[in-house]
T-cell receptor, first 119, second 111 residues
Framework: SAVISQKPSRDICQRGTSLTIQCQVD?????MFWYRQQPGQSLTLIAT?????????ESGFVIDKFPISRPNLTFSTLTVSNMSPEDSSIYLC????????????????FGPGTRLLVL | SQQGEEDPQALSIQEGENATMNCSYK?????LQWYRQNSGRGLVHLIL?????REKHSGRLRVTLDTSKKSSSLLITASRAADTASYFC???????????FGKGTSLLVTP
């Protein structure tokens, strides 16, 4: 399995500002993803973070609002830009495809999430 | 887009009883995964079942998959108060590892 950490764990931000969330994995992985979970809702995929190239965004999510970086196989960032109260959510990083091998390459492991409140 | 749909949305049982949650999906899949989430925290992976498998066990968990009906069930036997959480099913879409999550079942196990 993989151990994933996210920073910050929570934050309260003012509207119009931006917040960058970091995701760190303890081993190299092929796939990294960012999800959003709005209050009382399920998870929605924002984008797939691609190493060395632009992220692949899902319908309804755009790079200008959610820029993503993935400089290597163990780290990614998600920025929530020009925030509004509607961005208040839990943002979760997940990974799959551990390069160390082993069974269950499709298994997706999640970080603890970043709880964001926008005032 | 969300694909999986769990039912029931909420389930309340007593310790020692079994809990069954169901998940339906719409398109072809490579695999289906079940996750647990405690109080809005991170998701814990419970079990993955592949499209060519019909049943899988892990401790007190039993998962079934019926691809003809596009449905799966998660059975938790001899439930404990610590099993109180939200349970989600998630499917891939044959195109990669990204997951589509259902709306989840909120399970409450009372002592």
């Amino acid at each position: 399995s993989a151990v994933i950490s996210q920073k910050p764990s929570r934050d309260i931000c003012q509207r119009g500002t931006s917040l960058t969330i970091q995701c760190q994995v303890d081993s190299q992985v092929t796939m990294m993803f960012w999800y959003r979970q709005q209050p009382g809702q399920s998870l929605t995929l924002i984008a797939t973070a691609n190493q060395g190239s632009e992220a692949t965004y899902e319908s309804g999510f755009v790079i200008d609002k959610f820029p993503i970086s993935r400089p290597n196989l163990t780290f990614s960032t998600l920025t929530v830009s020009n925030m509004s109260p509607e961005d208040s959510s839990i943002y979760l990083c997940s990974v799959a495809g551990l390069l160390a091998g082993g069974p269950g390459q499709e298994t997706q492991y999640f970080g603890p999430g970043t709880r964001l409140l926008v005032l | 887009s969300q694909q999986g749909e769990e039912d029931p949305q909420a389930l309340s049982i007593q310790e020692g009883e079994n809990a069954t949650m169901n998940c339906s999906y719409k398109t072809s899949i490579n695999n289906l995964q079940w996750y647990r989430q405690n109080s809005g925290r991170g998701l814990v992976h419970l079990i993955l079942i592949r499209s060519n498998e019909r049943e899988k066990h892990s401790g007190r968990l039993r998962v079934t998959l019926d691809t003809s009906k596009k449905s799966s069930s998660l059975l938790i036997t001899a439930s404990r108060a610590a099993d109180t959480a939200s349970y989600f099913c998630a499917t891939d879409e044959n195109s990669g590892y990204a997951l589509n999550f259902g709306k989840g079942t909120s399970l409450l196990v009372t002592p």
